[in-house]
Structure formats: structure tokens, C-alpha cells
């Protein structure tokens, strides 16, 4: 496996395109309108998707559950010949009020990635956990792995974006409100950013490969609002920088 060795920070890419002629009306078509079976005003289905092939991905972060208000659920659906059919309802596994697991999500064929952005981690409230799962040889999608940021700390947006890439064997997590801090714990850049890339082992789970952060520290920049992967290239989002 090649290591990555590009990054890109993006604020802000505008193309200009020669004008085109208006596609035929029967080159995209509706499919169906997919929603949840007992829906609630606040469950947000939908607030993150992903797909890939006959598998669809809906985070709704806002779904209560457990005795929880918005801990949040990924509701995995399945192409058939009737259309898509819920596969599987997850929810996370240390459900909290407001947790909002499902803010964003990620497919490479039997991984699942989700991030509960507001998930307490290593005690401390609102620091994020990025979750994954993996469907098995039976069918059934279990948990595989809790992902938490190296330095994990209140509001930090621990999973703000999420994407597979090398077909799944690495996994980028953007923290978009990291902070830079001194030897002393004190902040010297907030919101600077940062995006984790994770490297899955022989053992089958996923180890911290590389911490990318923004070349000059930049405060506000807010790196890691969006990434993608391609190859040994990561971009990463800074809206702010």
C-alpha cells in the first residue's frame, strides 16, 4: 500500500464551464422517496448519506432511542427488485442525549463508518466517536471498531467528515474544531482543524497512520469541514481559512 504523500486544503474551487446542451429528460428519473416508518418531527433522515452500489447509507442524527433525545441512528437499505428495503437499523453503542451519531457517514463495500459528533469520549463531554461496522460472511452488520480522536477535547467536531479509501483499507476523519495547544495545554490556535487517516491491519481493525494539520496553524480555518480521498491523495476542506 502506498503512503499518502499529497494534501490539498481547499476554501474554495470555482470551474467555469463551457455551456451545455440540456440532457434528456429520461437520462435521470425519480426512484423513491425513502422515510422512516414511525418518523418524528427532529429525526433529520438523511442529514448524511452515502452510497455504493446496491447499498445506501442515511444518517438521521435526531432519532431518539434507549431513553435518549437525539442519540441518533444509520438505517442501512438494500436495492431490490421492488426498491430500496431497510437492511439494518444501528444505533450507537454508548447512546447520550444529543449525541447526534449519524452527523456523518461513509460505505466501502462491508465497512460502514459513522461519526457521533457530540459523543463523550475519554470522559469528557461532546469530544466526538467515529464508529465502524462491518458486514459479515452471515449477513449481519456488527461492530467493529470505536475511533476517538489522539487528543480528544470538548467541541472538537471528532468526525465532521468521513471517507474510505484504497477500497476500504484506509479511513480519513476530519476534526474541523481542533486546537493547536502548548506544553502547557494552552491554546495557541483554535479551530485550526485537522485530518486523522487511519490504515486498516492484518487483524482487520483500523490504526492511526498520519495527523494532518494545516501548513501555517491558521486559527478559524476549520480543516477537516470536508474531506475525500483518491489514491494517495487527500483533500481537505478549510471554509474558513
Request: proline content about 5%; aromatic content about 8%.
Amino acid at each position: 500500500m502506498k503512503p499518502i504523500k499529497t494534501l490539498i486544503c481547499a476554501t474554495l474551487v470555482a470551474l467555469t464551464l463551457p455551456a451545455l446542451a440540456a440532457p434528456p429528460a429520461e437520462l435521470f428519473e425519480f426512484e423513491q422517496r425513502i422515510s422512516l416508518e414511525l418518523a418524528n418531527d427532529n429525526d433529520r433522515l438523511g442529514y448524511s448519506a452515502a452510497i455504493d452500489g446496491d447499498r445506501l447509507v442515511l444518517g438521521a442524527p435526531g432519532v431518539s432511542g434507549a431513553g435518549f433525545q437525539s442519540s441518533g441512528a444509520v438505517y442501512i437499505y438494500l436495492r431490490a427488485s421492488t426498491g430500496w428495503e431497510i437492511e439494518r437499523e444501528l444505533e450507537p453503542g454508548a447512546p447520550m442525549n444529543s449525541g447526534n451519531f449519524g452527523d456523518t457517514v461513509a460505505i466501502s463495500g462491508n465497512l460502514v463508518a459513522i461519526s457521533s459528533t457530540r459523543e463523550a469520549a475519554d470522559t469528557r463531554p461532546f469530544t466526538g466517536a467515529v464508529y465502524l461496522y462491518e458486514r459479515g460472511s452471515d449477513g449481519i452488520w456488527r461492530e467493529l471498531q470505536r475511533l476517538i480522536s489522539d487528543q480528544p477535547d470538548n467541541q472538537n467536531s471528532w468526525g465532521s467528515a468521513l471517507a474510505f479509501g484504497d477500497a476500504g483499507e484506509r479511513l480519513v476523519i476530519g476534526e474541523s474544531s481542533e486546537d493547536r495547544r502548548g506544553a502547557s495545554n494552552n491554546i495557541l490556535d483554535q479551530d485550526r482543524g485537522a485530518v486523522h487517516v487511519f490504515v486498516r491491519g492484518e487483524d482487520g481493525t483500523f490504526s492511526r497512520e498520519a495527523k494532518l494539520t494545516p501548513s501555517d496553524n491558521a486559527r478559524f480555518a476549520y480543516m477537516g469541514t470536508s474531506v475525500a480521498i483518491d489514491g494517495d491523495t487527500i483533500i481537505a476542506g478549510a471554509p474558513q481559512r
